[in-house]
């Protein structure tokens, strides 16, 4: 579904920003892969070369359609990032959600009691687990038809306690089921145990091996 | 209306004796340790040697009343203008960017806005006098040069720090410009404050420079408020044109065709 083919960083940046590749893996309709190394091993940065947000050269393809002939607007609702840091620019949750009942199905499958009320929280009072959460049910919900085909998730239950962290696999299990990728990093060998088929081991911005 | 009652001539050494004031300062940051006095007589002696010299500048620029000597000295304050929104950056475009934004747009708006006032308002004879020219441009161009300034070093500080609100909203499908809409808005606000302020305060709180040149020089009044008036909606206008230009240029720089955010590009 989602092939790679030397994806790097691309020789006119100044040199010393970031390494990365070349890199070349493929993820299949409804498999997870998920993808370790240590921190500052390039996992995030990879990510951000996938969805087109840093400078990157290299092929590729989503179901056999080049990156290069898809706009970046387009692209980015059919491969979704999500970073292990969610971004806000206004003040409420509500503010950042254009599809609210798409996202209130989320959140409620998410462990929040009372969804509409969600929108109303300021964000400067949201935990980290549920700003983690929120942002998961705001990409989600934003390309309702047809949501998001393959999902990067940059370890998406980092901040979660059990409960909320098997509500969130859950979640992503149903995603799988209906035919998305996920491409997963994860601290957690259980997580990776439980959601992936395979694995990607990236040290240095390379992959260094796959198991 | 009251007629033109003439202007008191100043000797040179009239000015020695106000500049005894400096000495004076000087002598007080001496009296309490300031370490101020080096710098303040130099500073004194640099703004009266700049401005005698501007002065045998613009005697030579008003007796010749040449087209291309006239641009010539336009382009040049431009450009120190330019070096200036540069140095008043803490984060600014990497490469020729950082300049070029600041002194193009500044120089552009300038010269649009001082073109209409001498095609409209003043109409001299012949339309590029310098007597008139030199001096609106130069007024026009310090307040929109502030403005620009203002507004590029906000927009640059900014993008940094809002970094992750920008891409988020990038990630959900957004446009660069949508991405960029509230730090733009905010730029432009912080731009446009200083020129909104001056309008809001002048004859209140302060008499405008200008206006008090010309009443002190024997210009009535009436005239002189007149004068000072055009001028506010002349600076107006070029600080809305040049901090809107160089803003919308600079966010379109710090981002690509692929709508990425491209703080690479900042240094």
């Keep these: 579904m989602l092939q790679v083919e030397n994806l790097q960083r691309p020789d006119d940046l100044p040199s010393g920003q970031y390494v990365l590749g070349p890199i070349s893996f493929r993820i299949e309709r409804g498999e997870c892969l998920a993808l370790t190394g240590t921190s500052g091993a390039g996992k995030s940065l990879l990510l951000r070369a996938l969805v087109d947000l840093d400078p990157n050269r290299g092929e590729v393809t989503l179901g056999g359609v080049p990156r290069a002939e898809v706009p970046a607007i387009t692209w980015r609702r059919r491969v979704a990032y999500f970073p292990a840091e969610p971004g806000w620019w206004l003040d409420h949750v509500g503010d950042h959600i254009p599809d609210r009942p798409g996202a209130c199905e989320i959140l409620a499958q998410l462990g929040f009691a009372d969804p509409d009320d969600v929108m109303s929280w300021p964000i400067s009072r949201l935990s980290s687990g549920e700003r983690q959460r929120i942002a998961l049910a705001r990409g989600l919900s934003c390309d309702m038809p047809g949501a998001p085909k393959v999902l990067l998730l940059d370890e998406p239950t980092s901040a979660l306690d059990t409960d909320s962290c098997a509500l969130v696999e859950a979640l992503l299990q149903r995603h799988l089921d209906k035919g998305a990728a996920i491409l997963l990093v994860s601290h957690d060998p259980a997580q990776v145990a439980r959601l992936a088929q395979r694995s990607l081991h990236m040290v240095g911005g390379k992959l260094v091996g796959t198991a | ?265 900042l240094r």
Excluded: C
């Design chain 2, 1 to 265: 209306m009251t007629p033109m009652t003439g202007y008191i001539e100043l000797s040179y050494l009239d000015l020695a004796i106000a500049a005894l004031l400096v000495v004076l300062n000087a002598g007080l940051s001496l009296a309490f340790g300031l370490g101020l006095e080096r710098r303040m007589l130099l500073a004194a002696l640099r703004m009266a040697a700049q401005l005698l010299l501007v002065g045998f500048v613009l005697q030579a620029l008003f007796d010749t009343v040449s087209l291309w000597l006239t641009a010539l000295v336009a382009l040049i304050m431009a450009l120190f203008a330019g070096r200036e929104i540069l140095a008043r950056q803490e984060r600014r475009l990497a490469g020729w960017w950082g300049y070029g934004i600041g002194a193009s747009t500044m120089l552009l708006a300038g010269m649009v806005v001082t073109l209409l006032a001498l095609s409209g308002p003043l109409r001299p004879d012949p339309w590029f006098d310098p007597r008139y020219a030199i001096p609106l441009f130069g007024m026009i161009l310090g307040n929109a040069m502030t403005g620009i300034s203002l507004g590029l070093d906000s927009l640059t500080t900014m993008v940094g720090r809002e970094r992750a609100g920008i891409e988020a909203q990038l990630l959900l499908g957004a446009s660069r410009w949508q991405a960029m809409r509230t730090v733009a808005q905010r730029a432009l606000r912080t731009g446009f404050t200083p020129m909104l302020n001056s309008m809001a305060a002048a004859g209140v709180v302060f008499l405008p420079g200008m206006m008090t040149g010309q009443i002190l020089a024997g210009v009535a009044p009436e005239q002189a408020v007149k004068y000072q008036i055009l001028l506010l909606f002349l600076i107006a206008g070029a600080t809305g044109l040049g901090v809107l230009s160089a803003v919308m240029i600079s966010v379109w720089r710090l981002t690509d065709d692929r709508h990425r955010l491209r703080l690479d590009r």
